[in-house]
C-alpha cells in the first residue's frame, strides 16, 4: 500500500475527505492516506511542504501561490473549493471598535506569516483605501490564541472564516464588523514536485476519488444535520454555507493564476510574478 500524507485545516471544507476515508475509498485502491488536521491554517502548512512533511496540502490559493512563488518546490493540480472564501472581520464583543473604519492603523492578529489571515489582512486594507506598509501584526496561531489576544488588548481584529468564527459571535465572544470575500476560488490542492514526479498515477488517482465525492457531497440526507453537529455550529448557518460554496474538478487557469499573482503582487506580498508553470502542474 503506498503511504500519502496529506493535511488541511479542520473546517468543513474538508468533510467530503474524511467521508472517502471512512469509506475506505483509498485503500480500496491500494493507497494508505494519511490526513492530519492543521488548525494552524496556509502558513504552516506551507512550512509542511517544504520541510517534506507531508505530501499533498488542501490550502488556501493566496498563501500557496505566494509561497510557490517563494520557492516552495510544489505545484497547484487543481482547485477544490471553486467559491469566494468569506472572511469575517472579528473585534472583541466587548471592544470600542464599531465599524471597519474604527480598524484603520490598528493591530491584526494572525495564525502566522504568509497564512491566509496575514495576506487577507492585505486585501482587506487595499480595498478599505488604507496604505497598505507597515501594517502591524500579532502572531496568534490558532483561533484559540485569537480569542485569547483579542480579548485581552494585545490584538485589535482578526480576520477568519466567516462561518466557522460564527460560534464565537454566537456566544458572544466576537463581534463581526464585515465580511472580506477573496476575489479568487478559496482552496486548491497543491502537491509537492517530488512527489508528483515520483507516484503521478497514485496523485491522479486520489484526485479521481475526491473529485467523485464532491460530485455528490451536498446530496447527502441530512449533510446539514451531520456538519453542523461536527463543527458545532447551527443547522441555519450550515445551510447558509452549503449555499454559498462550491467544489470544484478543474484545474487553477493561467488567467486566474494571473489575478491572483497581479493583487499579491500589487499589495507588495511578492516582489515577482511567476510562470504559470513554475505554480501549476496538470496530473
Known amino acids: 500500500m503506498t503511504p500519502i500524507k496529506i493535511v488541511g485545516v479542520p473546517e468543513h471544507f474538508n468533510f467530503p475527505w474524511h467521508l472517502a476515508l471512512e469509506k475506505k475509498a483509498f485503500e480500496n485502491e491500494n493507497i494508505h492516506l494519511q490526513w492530519t ?3 494552524e491554517g496556509t502558513g504552516k502548512m506551507c512550512q509542511m511542504l517544504r520541510d517534506d512533511e507531508t505530501d499533498i496540502a488542501v490550502i488556501l490559493t493566496e498563501g ?11 505545484k497547484i493540480v487543481q482547485i477544490y473549493v471553486a467559491t469566494p472564501l468569506i472572511w469575517g472581520i472579528h473585534v472583541a464583543a466587548q471592544s470600542h471598535y464599531k465599524t471597519l473604519s474604527d480598524l484603520e492603523n490598528t493591530k491584526a492578529a494572525i495564525s502566522r506569516v504568509g497564512s491566509g489571515s496575514q495576506l487577507m489582512t492585505y486585501v482587506n486594507a487595499h480595498n478599505q483605501g488604507w496604505k497598505t506598509t507597515n501594517l502591524p501584526f500579532e502572531i496568534v496561531n490558532t483561533i484559540d490564541g485569537a480569542v485569547a489576544a483579542l480579548t485581552q488588548g ?3 481584529y482578526f480576520m477568519w472564516e466567516h462561518f466557522m468564527t460564527q460560534p464565537l459571535v454566537d456566544q458572544g465572544i466576537f463581534r463581526r464588523l464585515g465580511d472580506c470575500p477573496t476575489p479568487w476560488p478559496s482552496f486548491v490542492i497543491a502537491v509537492r514536485d517530488e512527489i508528483l514526479e515520483k507516484q503521478p498515477k497514485i496523485i491522479a488517482k486520489i484526485l479521481e476519488i475526491i473529485n467523485q465525492e464532491m460530485l455528490f457531497f451536498k446530496e447527502i440526507p441530512a449533510i446539514d444535520s451531520v456538519l453542523a453537529k461536527h463543527f458545532n455550529q447551527k443547522k441555519a448557518a450550515i445551510q447558509e454555507w452549503l449555499a454559498v460554496t462550491e467544489w470544484s474538478q478543474k484545474p487553477l487557469s493561467e488567467e486566474m493564476v494571473d489575478k491572483v499573482q497581479n493583487q499579491l503582487f500589487e499589495l507588495g506580498i511578492i516582489d515577482k510574478i511567476s510562470t504559470f508553470a513554475t505554480l501549476v502542474k496538470a496530473v
Do not use: L, W, Y
Not at 500557496?64 to 518546490?73: E, H, Q, R, T, W
Open 64 to 74: 500557496i501561490v505566494k509561497d510557490i512563488a517563494a520557492g516552495n518546490p510544489s
Open 154 to 156: 494585545t490584538a485589535d
Open 37 to 39: 488536521d492543521i488548525p
